[in-house]
């Protein structure tokens, strides 16, 4: 589903991804894991079509289309989700409106009428309860005000609303407690089908425990420098992310 | 402005036998005015971006004799706001008329009328507010006070409680280019309860239009009033508008100023606040594009103690739109316990639109809490990120984020009909789909 090849990409003149190459199969879920400043985020920021990011090189397919060439919006609507490490707060453009809008917009592209308003509720009901997301926050302006687990679980809301076909997970588990992060990590858990695939950026080993990964990949320098099986997390976690970087830096 | 000395010494006659002796008798003192002053020039401490001769310089026409013009089919034109029935009236250029019966009478002693009329038939009571908030000072001012021949006189006598809005539609409509001096007299006394919503329109767009109208508002003791002004004009109407208010003791007024539609207005509110105990609420929400212009420009004067004001000001301009806000506030000697807050708030969504902020507080006093903040700035490009990733187009997004910007403005409503029509209106008028006729239910005149 998804081909990433040859990745370059550069924030104010500075390199950033220094040739990502990266596939994904239906079903499947990617760990990419690395040390702080190695690109991690930037990945995920190009895929979802950040405009702060230039991408100088390369090629990214998704289904056949060439995903570089969409806008964010439409990105969305072919089935690319981003989960933020710092979600966005909006104040005065409240979940309802805002849900409404992206539903809307997501129908609009596949020539499809608006839901109702019944629809829509009943939809956002469901949604909800997969995250255990508060009713009340619904009514509040988006993320404004909200906890750093609110904020995480109302991201997977939207995903479960959208219904991607690849989910990227940015540091997800940062801010989280480890009752929340087993809300979260049990949402996307419920989401996962053969259909979709995942891609989880995280720093630690924790919240592969919980989201079985069927691929490690580690990032360095803008590079993936290594690729392995859920054990390879593990090692990564005993022994950190020193012994990485000493091979790499001594080619 | 010697066109309009020369105008108005050849056409005294005619201005004087068309108007009550209580209008005729401030023109000698106007007139002395406009003929030792001059207009403000632009770049000036209070017109930086307001060129006050430019929009007088033309020639308009002024309808002097009173010439009936044909006023039924721009009578049919109704600026509705579901879900709230009004006491409907009308300013056709300066003309008073009353619209269609509501069924409700008004309460007993309520005036609601034309000035011109209600100043020949009851010239004690008008003669009591008429100039009297007004300062003749400004050449503007001045030249309404001049030439000024009618308008509307609203009398609301003490301990009255309205429990429905007054709605006064004023409409700019004309064969020739207009000039209009209309006259807003409202005089609300003590323990009134009472609101006020002008709709400011223009027809007959293809035409220029200068409105000079004065506003002369005086709140009575521990009444409560309302008045929102929303100008939706046109590109070639300029609006000067001079807005004076007084206010006795524990009284409490909200003036909401909105301007969706315009060609150039500059607006002066002057609010002088001589009783204790008063609250004030001066709230404006600004929306141009193309080479739109709009000047409001405040001054809220605290004469004695123990006030609150609070001001706040929004404004999106697009294109090549100029906005400009002057926020002064005095807190004279002895007005101790003064809490006065100003805030304005600005977005601009292009490279060549313009604003120009300028809080200015005057402080005669120790004991008071003051604060005053203004910002220019754009879209939040993370939350237009976050909303695209989402699937919502930046066009979308970006409408989402102007709505937002105006919600504290459009909350700060105390009627909720109007609140909800405002939201409509300005998610209209931001997708650009607000036009004259656009959507006030009305059949305007073919054009």
């Known amino acids: 589903m998804l081909d990433i090849k040859n990745l370059h990409a550069n924030i104010d003149g500075k390199e950033i991804l220094k040739g990502i190459n990266l596939v994904v199969r239906p079903g499947e879920v990617h760990a990419i894991m690395g040390p702080n400043g190695s690109g991690k985020s930037t990945l995920s920021s190009v895929l979802a079509g950040n405009p702060a990011f230039t991408v100088t090189a390369g090629t990214v397919d998704f289904y056949g289309k060439d995903l570089l060439a969409l806008s964010p919006e439409d990105r969305s609507h072919e089935g690319v989700f981003l989960s933020f490490q710092y979600p966005v707060e909006i ?13 809307n917009e997501k129908r609009k592209y596949f020539n499809e009428d608006p839901l109702s308003a019944t629809e829509f509720l009943k939809l956002m009901r469901e949604k909800r309860a997969i995250v255990e997301l508060d009713n009340k926050l619904a009514s509040r302006s988006v993320n404004e005000g909200f906890s750093g687990g609110e904020k995480k679980r109302n991201e997977i809301f939207q995903m479960a609303v959208l219904e991607p076909r690849l989910s990227i997970l940015d540091e997800t588990d940062s801010g989280l407690d480890i009752d929340a992060l087993r809300i979260v990590a049990g949402g996307v858990n419920k989401l996962k089908t053969e259909n979709n695939a995942t891609i989880v950026i995280t720093h630690y080993q924790r919240l592969l425990d919980y989201i079985k990964p069927d691929f490690v990949h580690v990032l360095y320098k803008g590079k993936i420098v290594k690729t392995g099986g859920p054990e390879l997390a593990l090692e990564l976690e005993e022994k950190g992310y020193d012994w990485i970087k000493q091979e790499e830096d001594a080619r | 402005m010697k066109q309009y000395i020369d105008f108005y010494n050849s056409q005294r006659s005619t201005i004087e036998a068309n108007s009550a002796t209580i209008l005729n008798k401030l023109r000698k003192e106007a007139l002395d005015v406009v003929s030792s002053s001059q207009l403000p020039k632009i770049g000036g401490e209070n017109y930086e971006i307001t060129d006050l001769n430019s929009i007088f310089s033309p020639d308009y026409g002024i309808n002097a004799k009173r010439i009936d013009m044909p006023v039924d089919a721009a ?29 409700i009478q008004l309460p007993e002693g309520v005036i609601i009328d034309s000035l011109n009329k209600v100043a020949n038939e009851q010239p004690k009571l008008v003669e009591k507010f008429y100039g009297k908030t007004a300062t003749i000072k400004n050449p503007q001012v001045a030249l309404n006070t001049l030439l000024a021949q009618d308008g509307i006189f609203i009398y609301i006598p003490d301990n009255t409680i309205l429990e429905r809005p007054i709605q006064l539609v004023n409409i700019l409509n004309s064969q020739v280019p207009l000039m209009v001096n209309r006259r ?14 002008i709709c400011d329109h223009t027809q007959n767009t293809s035409l220029n239009y200068l409105n000079n109208q004065v506003i002369e508002v005086s709140v009575g003791r521990n009444s409560t009033f309302d008045l929102y002004d929303l100008e939706e004009s046109s590109n070639r109407t300029s609006r000067v508008s001079s807005l004076f208010a007084s206010q006795d003791e524990g009284s409490n007024l909200l003036i909401n100023s909105i301007t969706l539609l315009n060609g150039i207005t500059r607006n002066d509110f002057a609010i002088e606040v001589n009783g204790t105990n008063c609250e004030t609420h001066l709230n404006g929400m600004a929306i141009a594009n193309e080479q739109q212009h709009i000047d409001n420009h405040t001054f809220i004067s605290h004469n004695t103690s123990r006030c609150t004001s609070n001001e706040l000001f929004k404004y999106i301009l697009d294109n090549e739109a100029k906005g400009a806000f002057t926020g002064r506030i005095l807190v004279k000697q002895g007005a101790d316990k003064i809490e006065a807050y100003q805030s304005n708030k600005n977005l601009i969504a292009s490279d060549k639109a313009k604003m120009h902020t300028k809080p200015q507080l005057e402080i005669y006093n120790d004991d008071v809490k003051c604060s005053h903040g203004a910002t220019i700035g754009q879209l939040d490009q993370n939350a237009l990120f976050y909303m695209r990733t989402r699937g919502i187009s930046e066009k979308e997004a970006s409408m989402l984020l102007m709505q937002a910007f105006m919600n504290d403005i459009i909350n700060s409503v105390r009627m909720d009909a109007l609140s909800d029509r405002l939201k409509h209106l300005v998610e209209k008028r931001l997708s650009g789909e607000l036009t004259l006729c656009g959507d006030c239910g009305a059949k305007c005149p073919k054009q």
């Open chain 2, 184 to 197: 807003l007299l409202i005089a609300v006394g003590d323990n009134v309860q009472a609101k006020l919503l």
């Open chain 2, 75 to 103: 009578l049919a034109f109704r600026c509705d706001v579901p879900n709230m029935s009004t006491w409907l009236y009308f300013l056709f250029n300066d003309t008073f008329h009353a619209g269609k019966a509501s069924g």
């Open chain 1, 91 to 103: 104040p005065g453009v409240s979940m309802v409106n805002f849900m409404r809008a992206a539903i």
